[in-house]
């Protein structure tokens, strides 16, 4: 295994332990370890790995195995792979059982309700991060607005197609 694998590996366990309440908690972190500190991506690559994991049917973190497979070929997105979903299944597992065995107790409920906002800001962190490389202009601005007013405002439309009518306008309007 070279340093470039161990780098990978690591970068992506250190992603999985972090990842309190999903993935998109540590966008932000994945964002500066693999544009900004291992230059492995560029912003809009990132931005469109990203894309492109939540367009594609299944969990939107698999948009890692990309990265690594971008990195290192195959062998990087085994080890992408495995190091962002191993180390969080296997914590997941043990303190699922530690959470079932203290079912009922004050500190447990107390715990629940100190993590909701702390997910809350980290999901917000990953969007802002996502967000700083995708807005670049008044046309970006005005495709997000109209997105953001959809998905809050409108009636409940499929985010894959609204996804979908983004880049549409965004072809035409920036091409």
Do not use: C
């Amino acid at each position: 295994m070279n340093d470039t694998d161990l780098s990978i590996l690591g970068v992506f366990s250190l992603l999985s332990v972090l990842a309190i309440g999903g993935g998109t908690a540590v966008l932000p972190e994945m964002k500066m370890l693999t544009v900004e500190v291992h230059h492995w991506l560029t912003d809009s690559q990132f931005r469109d790995v990203y894309s492109l994991g939540q367009v594609a049917p299944g969990p939107n973190m698999l948009m890692v195995i990309v990265i690594g497979y971008h990195v290192a070929g195959f062998t990087g997105a085994l080890l992408a792979f495995g190091g962002f979903f191993l180390p969080a299944s296997v914590i997941a597992i043990g303190a699922s059982r530690l959470w079932n065995r203290f079912e009922g107790s004050v500190w447990r409920e107390a715990l629940q309700r100190a993590l909701a906002p702390i997910v809350v800001g980290l999901m917000g962190a990953g969007l802002i991060a996502i967000a700083r490389t995708a807005i670049v202009g008044v046309e970006t601005s005005l495709i997000a607005a109209a997105v953001f007013g959809l998905v809050y405002f409108g009636p409940r439309i499929n985010p894959a197609l609204l996804i979908l009518a983004g880049g549409a306008v965004g072809f035409f309007t920036l091409s």
